[in-house]
C-alpha cells in the first residue's frame, strides 16, 4: 500500500508473439538514470549491434537498452546529507533489494488470499528450512505439473496466479482418425504419415495396414524408434502406441496389423482391452473430458464377401459383445460400403446400385449404431477416402471405404470433419472431432524452451547475438548490481526464447503451407471426381487426370516435408548400428507404468478432480518430508563419539578423519571462477528437463559457454551477498509412478520427482566437482556411491563375498537393509552443520550449503 503500481506496457503490436515481451513505456523523470553507476555502464556499453533477427520485431540493441531501462527506474533511496556518488549507489542497492522483497512478501499475502478464497490446483514445493517441515505453499510462479491450474489473474509483483474459476472454459475438442497407411515398411512411410497426423492435429489415429511384425515389414519396436527419431527431428511431440499384433502372434493370410496412436495428455488415457489373433481388430479403453467410450479399430478382408463376412462374425462380433458397458466407437477400413450408389463411383463402368450382404451382417452386429458421416451427410455424395487411379478411366474409382459408427450416446459430441488427403497409398484420412462432455478448467502449464530450437540456424543466430550484446553490457555492471542485472536479463532471455519458438513454429508452419495446398488440390479433385458432374459432361477423362496429378503433385510435396525427419531419423538409427527388438526396447525403456493419475484415495473417499488429487499428493508428500522429532541428547552423544574418534591418531584403523584444511579452504572459496562453470557445461547432460523458468542446460552452453562468465560472477554474488536470485531454489514437482505398486490410486504409489532450475543444477554441479577432493579422505570405503573413483556396485561384490564366507565357514547368518525414508528431506539440518564442523569442513563450505538449504 502507497506504493505506485508499475507502468503500464504499451499494446503489443499485431503480430507479436504473445511470449515476447512488450517493452514498457517508462516515464521519462528529469535526471533519471544519471547518478546511477549502473545507469552509466549501461550507457557506456556496445548497444550498436547487428539486427538479432532477420525480419524480426528487436535486435540486441532494443534489448540491452530494454534491461537498461528496467534497471534505471528501479525504486531507489536519496539522501540529502552529500554522500558521494558510491554511497549514493550502495544506498540505492539496499533500498532496491528491500524492495524486492517486499514485493516478493506482498505477492505471497496475495496469493494467501486468493488460495483461501478459492482452492488453487497446483503447487509449489520449495526447500525446507534446516529442522522444519517440508513448506508447501501455492506459488507465485507457473502452474506445476503436479496439477493441473485453471485460468489467470496477475499480479502487481508476480507471475499468474491462477485461480479456479478462471481462464478457459474447457479443453480443445479430441481429433481421432482413421488411417489405412498401406504398411509402415521405412523411415519415409513413418515420416510421411507421422508429419500428416501432425499437420492436421490429430489425438488419436487409428491405423489399418501397419504391416508390423510381419516378414515383409518391421518390427513394432522398430517402428517406434522410427516414429522417436522423426518426432525429434522434426521437434514435435510424438505419439505413444497400442499395437494390435505383437512378435510371435501368427497373422492370419491378409492381417496386416492394426494399431492406435495417441498423443501424451494429461486428460487423455488410452489402454489396449482386446485384440484379435488375425491382427485385424483391436479394442481400446478411452477416457477423456468426461468421456468414457471404447474405440474398436477393424480392418476388414478385401478378398470378398464370404471371409468379410467370416471376420463380421467370428472376430468383430466377439469384441464388440464382450466389450464393458460404454459407448462405442466403431472406425477402420470396412473394404465394402452400404450404399454402392452413394459410396462408390467408377469412371469406366456404372457401378451396382444396393446394399451388399456385408451390410445387413454389420447391421446385426451394430444395431442402433451411426454412420457418423451419413448423420451430417444423409444423401452426399462426398467424404470418398478410397481412390485407385489406373492408367485409365476404366481402372479408376473411389469409394468411402474408411468409415466410423457411434451408437447414440455418444453421437451428440461427435463431428464429422471431412477426409484429410495423404499422399502415400491409396487411402485419405478420415477426420472426426470429439467435443468435451465435461472438462476440467486448466492454465496455460509450464512453457519450456526446447532444446531443438538451439539447433535451428535462425535462432541460434538471433540468441547469439542476443548473448554477445548482453554479456558485453555486463562487463561494465558493478559485482554488487550484477544479481539485479542477471534478474531482468534472465526472465528476459526467456521471454526472447519462447518469441524464437514461436518463430520457428511459425516458420514450420508457412513451410508445410506447400503440403496443405496440395492436401486442398487433390481433396477437390477427388470430390470432383466422386461427383461424377465432370463425367456425365463427357470430361471425365479430364476429371480423371486432374485427379492424378493432384494426387502426385501431393505425394511429391510431403515427400519434400518429410525428408529430412526421415533422414534424420534413419542417421540415428545407423548410429545405433542395432536391429530394434521388442525385448530390447523393453530393456532400453523399462516399464512405464500409468502415465496419467485418474484417482486419488483421500479421507476415506476417492478424488477424481485435479484440486483432490493434488490435495491429496501435497498432504502426503509434507507429511513424509516433514520428519519426526529431534532427539537433543542423542546429537550430542553422536557429536561427543564423531568428535573423540576424530582425535584418535589418523594411522589408527577405522578412525574418522577431517578434512584436510588446506583442501577445505578451497573448496569453500567464495569465488566461482569461468572455468569451473565451463567445466560444467562440458559435462552437464543435454536433453533434460527444465525447471520451473521452462530453461533447459542448452540455454546456457550457447555460443561457446559465452555465458559463464557472467554466470560465475552471479554465483559468486550470490554467496557474498547471502541472496539468491528470485526463484532459484523453487523446483516443479512430477510425480512418477512406482513400479509394481498394487494400487496406483495411493498417494504412496507415486514417486516425488522435483525439476529444478538449470542454473540450480549448474552450481550444485560446481560445489560437487569442489567437495569431492576435500570430503574423500575422511569419508570410509564402504560409502561407495556419489564420490569420483567408487562404484556403488562395490557395495553388491562385497555382500557377495560375506555370503561366500558364511557358506565357506558352514554357518549362518543375517543381512540387515536399512533405508531411511525421505533422508534428504527429513535430516535434521542444524546438526547437518554441527557434523560438517566436526569434520573439519571450512566456513565458506558452510556458507555454500546453507545457501543452497535455505
Same mark, same amino acid.
Given at each position: 500500500?502507497?506504493?505506485?503500481?508499475?507502468?503500464?506496457?504499451?499494446?503489443?503490436?499485431? $503480430?507479436?508473439?504473445?511470449?515476447?515481451?512488450?517493452?514498457?513505456?517508462?516515464?521519462?523523470?528529469?535526471?533519471?538514470?544519471?547518478?546511477?553507476? &549502473?545507469?552509466?555502464?549501461?550507457?557506456?556499453?556496445?548497444?550498436?549491434?547487428?539486427?538479432?533477427?532477420?525480419?524480426?520485431?528487436?535486435?540486441?540493441?532494443?534489448?540491452?537498452?530494454?534491461?537498461?531501462?528496467?534497471?534505471?527506474?528501479?525504486?531507489? %533511496?536519496?539522501?540529502?546529507?552529500?554522500?558521494?556518488?558510491?554511497?549514493?549507489?550502495?544506498?540505492?542497492?539496499?533500498?532496491?533489494?528491500?524492495?524486492?522483497?517486499?514485493? /516478493?512478501?506482498?505477492? !505471497?499475502?496475495?496469493?494467501?488470499?486468493?488460495?483461501?478464497?478459492?482452492?488453487?490446483?497446483?503447487?509449489?514445493?520449495?526447500?525446507?528450512?534446516?529442522?522444519?517441515?517440508?513448506?508447501?505453499?501455492?506459488?507465485?510462479?507457473?502452474?506445476?505439473?503436479?496439477?493441473?491450474?485453471?485460468?489467470?489473474?496477475?499480479?502487481?509483483?508476480?507471475?499468474?496466479?491462477?485461480?479456479?474459476?478462471?481462464?478457459?472454459?474447457?479443453?480443445?475438442?479430441?481429433?481421432?482418425?482413421?488411417?489405412?497407411?498401406?504398411?509402415?515398411?521405412?523411415?519415409?512411410?513413418?515420416?510421411?504419415?507421422?508429419?500428416?497426423?501432425?499437420?492436421?492435429?490429430?489425438?488419436?489415429?487409428?491405423?489399418?495396414?501397419?504391416?508390423?511384425?510381419?516378414?515383409?515389414?518391421?518390427?513394432?519396436?522398430?517402428?517406434?524408434?522410427?516414429?522417436?527419431?522423426?518426432?525429434?527431428?522434426?521437434?514435435?511431440?510424438?505419439?505413444?502406441?497400442?499395437?494390435?499384433?505383437?512378435?510371435?502372434?501368427?497373422?492370419?493370410?491378409?492381417?496386416?496389423?492394426?494399431?492406435?496412436?495417441?498423443?501424451?495428455?494429461?486428460?487423455?488415457?488410452?489402454?489396449?482391452?482386446?485384440?484379435?489373433?488375425?491382427?485385424?481388430?483391436?479394442?481400446?479403453?478411452?477416457?477423456?473430458?468426461?468421456?468414457?467410450?471404447?474405440?474398436?479399430?477393424?480392418?476388414?478382408?478385401?478378398?470378398?464377401?464370404?471371409?468379410?463376412?467370416?471376420?463380421?462374425?467370428?472376430?468383430?462380433?466377439?469384441?464388440?459383445?464382450?466389450?464393458?458397458?460404454?459407448?462405442?466407437?466403431?472406425?477402420?477400413?470396412?473394404?465394402?460400403?452400404?450404399?454402392?450408389?452413394?459410396?462408390?463411383?467408377?469412371?469406366?463402368?456404372?457401378?451396382?446400385?444396393?446394399?451388399?450382404?456385408?451390410?445387413?451382417?454389420?447391421?446385426?452386429?451394430?444395431?442402433?449404431? =451411426?454412420?457418423?458421416?451419413?448423420?451430417?451427410?444423409?444423401?452426399?455424395?462426398?467424404?470418398? #477416402?478410397?481412390?485407385?487411379?489406373?492408367?485409365?478411366?476404366?481402372?479408376?474409382?473411389?469409394?468411402?471405404?474408411?468409415?466410423?459408427?457411434?451408437?447414440?450416446?455418444?453421437?451428440?459430441?461427435?463431428? @464429422?470433419?471431412?477426409?484429410?488427403?495423404?499422399?502415400?497409398?491409396?487411402?485419405?484420412?478420415?477426420?472426426?472431432?470429439?467435443?468435451?462432455?465435461?472438462?476440467?478448467?486448466?492454465?496455460?502449464?509450464?512453457?519450456?524452451?526446447?532444446?531443438?530450437?538451439? /539447433?535451428?540456424?535462425?535462432? !541460434?543466430?538471433?540468441?547469439?547475438?542476443?548473448?554477445?550484446?548482453?554479456?558485453?553490457?555486463?562487463?561494465?555492471?558493478?559485482?554488487?548490481?550484477?544479481?539485479?542485472?542477471?534478474?531482468?536479463?534472465?526472465?528476459? @532471455?526467456?521471454?526472447?526464447?519462447?518469441?524464437? =519458438?514461436?518463430?520457428?513454429?511459425?516458420?514450420?508452419?508457412?513451410?508445410?503451407?506447400?503440403?496443405?495446398?496440395?492436401?486442398? !488440390?487433390?481433396?477437390?479433385?477427388?470430390?470432383?471426381?466422386?461427383?461424377?458432374?465432370?463425367?456425365?459432361?463427357?470430361?471425365?477423362?479430364? *476429371?480423371?487426370?486432374?485427379?492424378?496429378?493432384?494426387?502426385?503433385?501431393?505425394?511429391?510435396?510431403?515427400?519434400?516435408?518429410?525428408?529430412?525427419?526421415?533422414?534424420?531419423?534413419?542417421?540415428?538409427?545407423?548410429?545405433?548400428?542395432?536391429? %530394434?527388438?521388442?525385448?530390447?526396447?523393453?530393456?532400453?525403456?523399462?516399464?512405464?507404468?500409468?502415465?496419467?493419475?485418474?484417482?486419488?484415495?483421500?479421507?476415506?473417499?476417492?478424488?477424481?478432480?485435479?484440486?483432490?488429487?493434488?490435495? *491429496?499428493?501435497?498432504?502426503?508428500?509434507?507429511?513424509?518430508?516433514?520428519?519426526?522429532?529431534?532427539?537433543?541428547?542423542?546429537?550430542?552423544?553422536?557429536?561427543?563419539? &564423531?568428535?573423540?574418534?576424530?582425535?584418535?591418531?589418523?594411522?589408527?584403523?577405522?578412525?574418522?578423519?577431517?578434512?584436510?584444511?588446506?583442501?577445505?579452504?578451497?573448496?569453500?572459496?567464495?569465488?566461482?571462477?569461468?572455468?569451473?562453470?565451463?567445466?560444467?557445461?562440458?559435462?552437464?547432460?543435454?536433453?533434460?528437463?527444465?525447471?520451473?523458468?521452462?530453461?533447459?542446460?542448452?540455454?546456457?552452453?550457447?555460443?561457446?559457454?559465452?555465458?559463464?562468465?557472467?554466470?560465475?560472477?552471479?554465483?559468486?554474488?550470490?554467496?557474498?551477498?547471502?541472496?539468491?536470485?528470485?526463484?532459484?531454489?523453487?523446483?516443479?514437482?512430477?510425480?512418477?509412478?512406482?513400479?509394481?505398486?498394487?494400487?496406483?490410486?495411493?498417494?504412496?504409489?507415486?514417486?516425488?520427482?522435483?525439476?529444478?532450475?538449470?542454473? @540450480?543444477?549448474?552450481?550444485?554441479?560446481?560445489?560437487?566437482?569442489?567437495?569431492?577432493?576435500?570430503?574423500?579422505?575422511?569419508?570410509?570405503?564402504?560409502?561407495?556411491?556419489?564420490? #569420483?573413483?567408487?562404484?556403488?556396485?562395490?557395495?553388491?561384490?562385497?555382500?557377495?563375498?560375506?555370503?561366500?564366507?558364511?557358506?565357506?565357514?558352514?554357518?549362518?547368518?543375517?543381512?540387515?537393509?536399512?533405508?531411511?525414508?525421505?533422508? @534428504?528431506?527429513?535430516?535434521?539440518?542444524?546438526?547437518?552443520?554441527?557434523?560438517?564442523?566436526?569434520?573439519?569442513?571450512?566456513?565458506? $563450505?558452510?556458507?555454500?550449503?546453507?545457501?543452497?538449504?535455505?
Amino acid at each position: 500500500p502507497g506504493n505506485p503500481p508499475p507502468p503500464t506496457p504499451p499494446p503489443a503490436p499485431p $503480430m507479436q508473439p504473445r511470449c515476447a515481451p512488450a517493452r514498457e513505456a517508462l516515464p521519462q523523470t528529469e535526471g533519471a538514470g544519471e547518478d546511477r553507476p &549502473l545507469a552509466r555502464a549501461f550507457s557506456a556499453a556496445p548497444t550498436a549491434v547487428a539486427a538479432a533477427d532477420s525480419g524480426g520485431d528487436s535486435d540486441a540493441g532494443s534489448d540491452v537498452d530494454w534491461i537498461s531501462r528496467r534497471l534505471q527506474h528501479r525504486p531507489t %533511496a536519496v539522501s540529502d546529507s552529500g554522500e558521494d556518488d558510491d554511497s549514493l549507489h550502495q544506498a540505492a542497492a539496499a533500498a532496491a533489494r528491500a524492495e524486492s522483497r517486499r514485493r /516478493a512478501a506482498a505477492g !505471497a499475502v496475495a496469493g494467501a488470499r486468493l488460495a483461501a478464497q478459492a482452492p488453487t490446483q497446483r503447487l509449489a514445493i520449495r526447500s525446507a528450512r534446516p529442522g522444519g517441515p517440508l513448506a508447501a505453499a501455492p506459488s507465485r510462479k507457473r502452474p506445476l505439473l503436479l496439477g493441473a491450474a485453471a485460468g489467470g489473474r496477475a499480479f502487481p509483483w508476480g507471475g499468474p496466479v491462477h485461480v479456479a474459476g478462471a481462464g478457459p472454459a474447457a479443453p480443445r475438442p479430441l481429433a481421432i482418425a482413421s488411417h489405412n497407411v498401406g504398411g509402415l515398411t521405412s523411415a519415409s512411410a513413418v515420416a510421411m504419415s507421422f508429419l500428416a497426423w501432425d499437420r492436421a492435429g490429430f489425438d488419436i489415429v487409428a491405423v489399418q495396414e501397419t504391416w508390423a511384425d510381419r516378414n515383409s515389414g518391421r518390427t513394432a519396436a522398430e517402428l517406434e524408434l522410427f516414429l522417436d527419431d522423426v518426432a525429434r527431428a522434426a521437434d514435435r511431440p510424438s505419439y505413444k502406441v497400442v499395437w494390435g499384433s505383437a512378435s510371435g502372434v501368427a497373422h492370419l493370410p491378409g492381417g496386416c496389423g492394426v494399431a492406435v496412436f495417441f498423443r501424451a495428455d494429461p486428460l487423455l488415457r488410452v489402454s489396449l482391452e482386446a485384440a484379435s489373433p488375425c491382427a485385424r481388430a483391436m479394442r481400446v479403453a478411452v477416457k477423456w473430458a468426461g468421456h468414457a467410450f471404447t474405440l474398436t479399430n477393424g480392418y476388414w478382408p478385401a478378398e470378398g464377401s464370404v471371409p468379410r463376412l467370416a471376420f463380421a462374425s467370428d472376430t468383430l462380433g466377439p469384441m464388440l459383445h464382450a466389450s464393458p458397458a460404454r459407448p462405442h466407437l466403431v472406425v477402420g477400413d470396412f473394404n465394402w460400403v452400404e450404399d454402392s450408389a452413394r459410396d462408390r463411383r467408377g469412371l469406366g463402368s456404372a457401378v451396382a446400385a444396393g446394399s451388399p450382404p456385408e451390410a445387413a451382417a454389420w447391421g446385426g452386429l451394430a444395431a442402433g449404431f =451411426q454412420d457418423v458421416f451419413r448423420r451430417f451427410h444423409p444423401t452426399g455424395r462426398s467424404g470418398m #477416402t478410397f481412390h485407385r487411379m489406373g492408367e485409365g478411366s476404366e481402372t479408376a474409382r473411389v469409394a468411402r471405404l474408411d468409415r466410423a459408427y457411434a451408437d447414440p450416446a455418444l453421437l451428440p459430441h461427435l463431428s @464429422y470433419k471431412g477426409v484429410v488427403a495423404h499422399g502415400r497409398g491409396d487411402h485419405h484420412i478420415l477426420s472426426l472431432s470429439l467435443r468435451p462432455a465435461a472438462g476440467e478448467r486448466h492454465g496455460p502449464g509450464r512453457r519450456p524452451v526446447r532444446a531443438g530450437l538451439f /539447433a535451428s540456424p535462425a535462432a !541460434a543466430a538471433s540468441i547469439a547475438t542476443f548473448v554477445q550484446g548482453v554479456t558485453s553490457a555486463a562487463a561494465a555492471v558493478p559485482d554488487e548490481d550484477v544479481l539485479d542485472f542477471f534478474a531482468v536479463v534472465k526472465k528476459y @532471455y526467456g521471454h526472447k526464447l519462447r518469441a524464437l =519458438q514461436a518463430r520457428e513454429s511459425t516458420a514450420r508452419a508457412h513451410a508445410r503451407a506447400t503440403v496443405a495446398g496440395a492436401q486442398h !488440390a487433390a481433396s477437390q479433385a477427388l470430390d470432383r471426381l466422386a461427383d461424377g458432374a465432370d463425367a456425365a459432361a463427357g470430361n471425365g477423362q479430364q *476429371a480423371l487426370m486432374r485427379a492424378v496429378e493432384a494426387q502426385a503433385a501431393l505425394r511429391t510435396a510431403e515427400r519434400a516435408a518429410a525428408l529430412p525427419a526421415a533422414a534424420k531419423g534413419r542417421a540415428a538409427a545407423a548410429v545405433r548400428n542395432e536391429r %530394434a527388438s521388442p525385448s530390447l526396447t523393453a530393456f532400453l525403456r523399462g516399464h512405464a507404468g500409468p502415465a496419467h493419475i485418474d484417482g486419488m484415495w483421500k479421507d476415506g473417499g476417492l478424488a477424481l478432480d485435479n484440486a483432490g488429487i493434488v490435495g *491429496a499428493l501435497s498432504g502426503h508428500y509434507a507429511g513424509v518430508s516433514a520428519g519426526g522429532p529431534r532427539d537433543a541428547s542423542a546429537q550430542a552423544d553422536v557429536t561427543a563419539a &564423531l568428535r573423540a574418534d576424530l582425535d584418535v591418531p589418523d594411522n589408527a584403523p577405522h578412525s574418522a578423519r577431517r578434512m584436510p584444511a588446506a583442501a577445505a579452504a578451497a573448496a569453500g572459496s567464495l569465488t566461482v571462477t569461468e572455468a569451473e562453470v565451463r567445466a560444467v557445461f562440458m559435462e552437464a547432460p543435454g536433453g533434460t528437463s527444465a525447471g520451473p523458468d521452462g530453461l533447459p542446460y542448452e540455454a546456457w552452453r550457447v555460443c561457446n559457454g559465452v555465458w559463464a562468465g557472467l554466470l560465475a560472477r552471479v554465483f559468486t554474488a550470490m554467496v557474498r551477498e547471502d541472496r539468491l536470485l528470485p526463484g532459484f531454489n523453487d523446483g516443479t514437482i512430477t510425480p512418477l509412478p512406482k513400479p509394481g505398486v498394487p494400487d496406483v490410486r495411493v498417494a504412496a504409489a507415486w514417486r516425488p520427482i522435483t525439476l529444478l532450475e538449470a542454473l @540450480y543444477r549448474i552450481l550444485a554441479r560446481v560445489l560437487v566437482v569442489r567437495f569431492g577432493p576435500a570430503m574423500a579422505p575422511c569419508i570410509g570405503a564402504e560409502q561407495t556411491a556419489f564420490l #569420483t573413483g567408487r562404484d556403488i556396485r562395490d557395495s553388491l561384490t562385497e555382500v557377495f563375498v560375506v555370503l561366500a564366507e558364511l557358506a565357506a565357514q558352514g554357518g549362518g547368518g543375517a543381512v540387515v537393509l536399512l533405508d531411511i525414508a525421505k533422508a @534428504y528431506d527429513t535430516v535434521d539440518r542444524d546438526f547437518l552443520f554441527t557434523v560438517m564442523t566436526e569434520m573439519g569442513a571450512s566456513e565458506g $563450505m558452510l556458507r555454500w550449503v546453507r545457501l543452497l538449504l535455505r
